[in-house]
């Protein structure tokens, strides 16, 4: 397994407990760095295939809530709600990663080591790491994110490209208007304001248009060469540009709840082309993409991290066929493969449905200055 950030460490547990006794994770980001996210959406299948894990909702469920509050915004009044049912619950990638870590053997983790290459050798898949040292495998498992090394040496000529517009994250420590649900405000076409209940506070994401150039001038690099602006890329201008779209287009107290927010995170909406095959021969072995190692969504998709708990519950069972029942390895995968790939593909294709209905983010054929600043 390469990566550990949710999907790997999910599916590690799960072949542990499958009966594979030889699982390894690799994660490239060494130990004691610390890690976090914003709010995030598990669906039912994805809740049961974590309670199969014996991973306990009660560690990294909040509040049970189903809800979701539409709310559109006028002159920065609310207008009526509309609400609507989400299939699941909702966590936090900082909760649900603690609970999922905490169950994965420690003997079964490297951190700190950073893939460079994937050849074959004597038949098997043979990883390459920065710290000089290879590891031999049957089957290499990338789950390591939108910016996937595995992706890169497996599909190399998918490539992200920016869409055109931020998610803006905060999280507070107090609960601006006591909320137990998740509350969408939409003020108008390219602005969208979510936020919801955490322990402690509440968490939001502020979704605004921006240029490359102006995402470049915010946090001091390109949008493809920073897929993650950590608090410390957030500085005074994309502070005063998120602060003045609160003032501008939310209610209180949410635009105060924003411009009270000291530590603050930013991520560009990135799009895709659809994958045409989740698996690849290496050697007499194979290697296999999952999630948004795979097929980076839109986070408006709510199937980012969906797609990687339920790609990789599949892949177990399709193993276990090998395991227990000597089924062929490749046919095996090569099932795995058709069952799961058009939902992969559906989720991509959604992302820009989704954000053109809210007017964000630019169309790939007209933004012709993004796809040069992408390239350089």
């Not at 060494?30 to 996210?37: F, N, Q």
């Not at 000529?157 to 909320?179: C, E, K, Q």
């Not at 990135?270 to 948004?292: H, K, N, S």
Request: hydrophobic share 40%.
């Amino acid at each position: 397994m390469i990566g550990g950030s949710l999907t790997g460490p999910a599916v590690a547990l799960m072949f542990a407990q499958a009966g594979f006794s030889h699982v390894n994770l690799y994660e490239a980001t060494p130990a004691g760095t610390t890690l976090g996210g914003g709010l995030i959406s598990l669906e039912h299948s994805s809740l049961g295939i974590l309670d199969q894990a014996g991973v306990d909702q009660d560690e990294y469920v909040h509040v049970p809530s189903e809800t979701i509050w539409q709310t559109p915004v006028k002159d920065r009044v609310l207008g009526d709600p509309v609400r609507r049912v989400y299939p699941g619950r909702f966590t936090t990638w900082t909760q649900l990663h603690d609970a999922l870590t905490r169950r994965v053997p420690n003997d079964l983790v490297t951190t700190g080591a950073r893939l460079t290459g994937l050849t074959a050798h004597r038949g098997h898949p043979l990883l390459e790491f920065a710290e000089g040292f290879t590891v031999s495998a049957d089957v290499v498992v990338f789950a390591d994110g939108r910016a996937s090394t595995g992706r890169r040496l497996l599909d190399p000529n998918r490539r992200l490209r920016y869409a055109g517009y931020v998610g803006h994250r905060g999280s507070l420590g107090f609960n601006p208007t006591a909320m137990v649900d998740f509350w969408r405000l939409e003020p108008c076409p390219g602005v969208q304001f979510n936020i919801a209940p955490i322990p402690g506070g509440a968490d939001w994401t502020f979704y605004l248009n921006a240029g490359p150039g102006e995402y470049t001038r915010m946090f001091g690099a390109a949008p493809r060469q920073r897929l993650f602006a950590q608090p410390r890329h957030v500085g005074g201008t994309a502070r005063a540009h998120v602060d003045g779209n609160a003032v501008w287009h939310l209610p209180e107290p949410f635009a105060s709840a924003v411009h009270c927010t000291a530590s603050r995170t930013a991520f560009p909406v990135m799009d895709i082309e659809p994958p045409t095959q989740m698996v690849w021969p290496v050697g007499d072995g194979f290697a296999v993409l999952l999630g948004d190692a795979l097929a980076p969504v839109r986070a408006h998709t709510a199937r980012g991290a969906n797609n990687g708990f339920e790609q990789g519950d599949g892949l177990v069972t399709a193993l276990c066929q090998h395991l227990r029942h000597d089924a062929d390895l490749g046919n095996a995968l090569s099932g795995w493969q058709r069952r799961y790939l058009p939902a992969a593909v559906a989720a991509v294709r959604l992302g820009p449905v989704i954000g053109g209905r809210l007017g964000l983010g630019v169309s790939p054929d007209a933004d012709s200055a993004n796809l040069v600043e992408l390239t350089v």
